[in-house]
């Protein structure tokens, strides 16, 4: 027998018969009820087995349990395959065997108790499931129903005085199934609204199981609630009439039905006589979902066509609730799958994103960035390209109070200034040609985050000025929009230009300078901490490795020794590179000297760069005259290649053209 909770008793319960192919007529327990079982109408359940004695069993709730005693029965009371002798505990699940009569207790209408696996039935009707059903008797239906009259389109039928209160109730059950957190609780709200609105004595909802195929069949529906005004036990709803409503998609109201072996529905006692009944579809959308039942056992106050047609109304919203209720538990299901893919990716960042090294310059930095990430602040961050500029920006935002924020970036050298102006500030449908949508720019979705701007520096006079706007918290409008759009971005920006150069030069605003310029910090080149090179090589290493699935454990010595004592112009970023390339072409377990491959472009500007000034030949000089005179020497060496004499520099191609004009230097003819 099945072990039951206290929480698990102090829910409601009910006994199921079992009638040969489902789980059909439902009891419902009540605390401080007695359920009597047995062969004498007395009982409260009824079995019609010659196995079972008048006074067979009972069912009762004590000290915190639901319970079933034997009554001294002739041929005795089986639970979940044990013989029961006194009391005994039921927990959800187990099954009841008298006879040939199969009782299941449950706590709950939602979940079916397994099938029994002897095939036996707990009714005595005189049609099983096997059998192919009777022709159904077409006079004892009387009304059938698509939509509502009240629904209707027309005019002079919608503005009846009847017609406009049903639409108010209808209007309030909405407003209460609305708030309805689970399919439990909307099914009791629609059995309570028509337990209010109908004469019907008892109201049920049956839904098609979760694995039904797309043309419900009777045998596919469950009760999963149902509603008693006199605490009599429900009947499901004859299969026939089932087919019927579930084949047509229409309501059905039947009446005077007690001749019709199909549509007469009895009680547990046999004496109750369902006078009328009626069945609605819950369909959407060419779907059927399920039933809705009632049924009346007053003659003299039958259900009606008006009870038929605002039933069928209530099943339709039925319909429409169960669907938003199950998108909604969908969303919520991948809300929480996207939660926990953030949360893994987040860890996933910690590793990958991580600052290397353990040299005082990363000391230095780390601590830095502790201190300066707890505020708001904007940050400049300088340094060399490819020294990791946006790795400390990103490790900035994630340790903020802004971590549950965006993280955008966007490199202002890699565009114009037109194309920049609308990545920054976005802009409306029309605003120019090509601008066939509405773009929202970096400002925007960087909200309550964190915008990186690689190369600041490059950004043209003009935008800076409404740059310049933003950071000192005006709105600023979309190209060709008119709203004001507020945000709240905290600004880290990058360069490897020489601002304070540029703003005495006029190509930078000073104001937006002193903007930018909150907090600083340094990218320190990857040259000036080779400590850092091994722990860095160790780390992109192991990253590819795990890539490529390549069988790779380590360095050599010789190796470390070359990776250490080589320039590494291009920084970290060129590292990572060299790494990558030499887990592609190693074929030995561990990387040998000879299986790095270093940069042969860069081992080349390295041994041709230009020779340092010889003390002998000093001369007074300012310093913006050795720098002219040394770019002038280097450009004459790479005969006017910029791309190529920027990377000798260790500068972008777009400083050298600035320094150009500076100086106002161009090709000789």
Known sequence: ????????????????????????????????????????ATNKLVLRDDACSRNHCEVFYSEGHWKLRDLDSRNGTIVSEQPVDGDVRLGAGDVVCIGQCRLAFTTSLDSQPPSPDDGTVITDRETSAASSPPPHDESSILHRSVVPQFLTAEDDVARQPNNEQELARLYRLGLEMGAAETRQQLTEVVLKNLAAETVADISAVLLARPDAPDTVAPADLLVVAYDSRKDLPYRRVSDNLSRVVLSGR????????????????????GEMRAMSVICAPIHCDDRVRGLVH??????????????????????????????????????????????????????????????????????????????????HANVLIRGESGCGKELIARNIHFSSPRREGPFVCLNCAALNESLL????????????????????????????????????????????????????????????GRKPIDVDVRIVAATNRDLEEAVEDGDFRKDLYFR???????????????????LLASFFLQKFVEK??????????????????????????????????????????IVQETDVQLSS????????????????????????DVERDHILATLDFTNWNKSQAAQILGIERSTLDRKLKRYHVSRPD
Not at 250 to 269: I, K
Not at 336 to 361: C, M, Y
Not at 439 to 468: C, M, N, W, Y
Request: glycine letters at 6%.
């Open 1 to 40: 027998m099945a072990e039951t909770s206290d929480a698990e008793a102090n829910q409601e319960a009910f006994l199921i018969s079992w009638d040969g192919t489902s789980w059909r007529d439902v009891v419902r327990l009540r605390h401080g009820r007695i359920v009597t079982v047995g062969r004498s």
């Open 250 to 269: 229409e309501a059905v109201l039947a009446r005077d039905v007690e001749d019709d072996q199909q549509l007469a529905v009895f009680d547990s006692l």
């Open 294 to 375: 009632l049924y009346a056992t007053n003659p003299d106050n039958a259900l009606d066509r008006h009870d038929l047609e605002y039933t069928l109304a209530v099943a339709r919203q039925l319909a429409l609730a169960l669907d938003h209720l199950s998108e909604r538990d969908s969303l919520k299901s991948g809300l929480a799958q996207a939660r926990n893919e953030n949360k893994s990716l987040r860890q996933h960042f910690d590793n990958e994103f991580r600052l290397i090294g353990d040299s005082t310059a990363m000391a230095d930095l780390r601590e830095k960035i502790v201190l300066i990430a707890e505020t």
């Open 421 to 480: 102006e609308s990545e920054l500030f976005g802009h409306e449908k029309g605003a120019f040609t090509g601008a066939t949508d509405r773009k929202i720019g970096r400002f925007e979705q960087a909200h309550q985050g964190t915008l990186f701007l690689d190369e600041v520096g490059e950004i043209s006079p003009a935008i800076q000025a409404k740059f310049l706007r933003v950071l000192e918290g005006h709105p600023f409008e979309r190209i060709g």
């Open 516 to 534: 930018l310029h909150v907090a600083e910090l340094i990218a320190s080149p990857l040259r000036e901490r080779p400590d850092d090179i091994p």
């Open 548 to 589: 490529t699935g390549r069988a790779i454990s380590g360095f050599t010595d010789g190796a470390l020794n070359l990776l250490a004592n080589y320039n590494w112009p291009g920084n970290v970023r060129e590292l990572q590179n060299t790494v990558e390339r030499t887990v592609i072409l190693c074929r030995n377990e």
């Open 601 to 624: 472009f860069s081992s080349r500007l390295t041994s041709h760069a230009a020779p340092p000034l010889a003390t002998a030949d000093y001369r007074e000089m300012s310093l913006g």
